[in-house]
């Protein structure tokens, strides 16, 4: 089975806040930047929404193969309270102030988890 494009797979501590939030409500947003930017400077990036679940069943296996490939040394039987978790995004949002300037996002929609559909420029300016 083929990752789709756009789903995230994590590890996280069963008692973790997250962890408890996303039992009882699944919508989840996630945000993807180099760490290394500097404050008040161009920032670039990519904003995601869309919902996440523990992976069970051929879901946590293809989770678990997904880790395999990105961090070889990993080992899924000493995890201990620790879960895997799969976030599918439905929308994006991608920024890049350096090109776009300040408060441009360009936003997405995704379809059939592997595919983008264009839905317009937004722009958040104070």
Known sequence: MG???FDLVWLSDLAASHSHNLAHNPTAAVVVYDSGQTWARPDRGIQL???AHEATGQDL???QELYRRRFPA?????LGGYRCYRFQP???KLFDEDTLG???FVAAT???RRQLRFEG???SRP
């Open 121 to 123: 420029t937004e722009i």
């Open 74 to 78: 990993y080992d899924q039987t000493g």
């Open 61 to 63: 296996l293809h989770a």
């Open 90 to 92: 439905q929308r994006m």
């Open 102 to 104: 300040a408060g441009v």
């Open 49 to 51: 929404f869309g919902t």
């Open 3 to 5: 990752a789709p494009a």
């Open 110 to 112: 995704v379809l059939n």
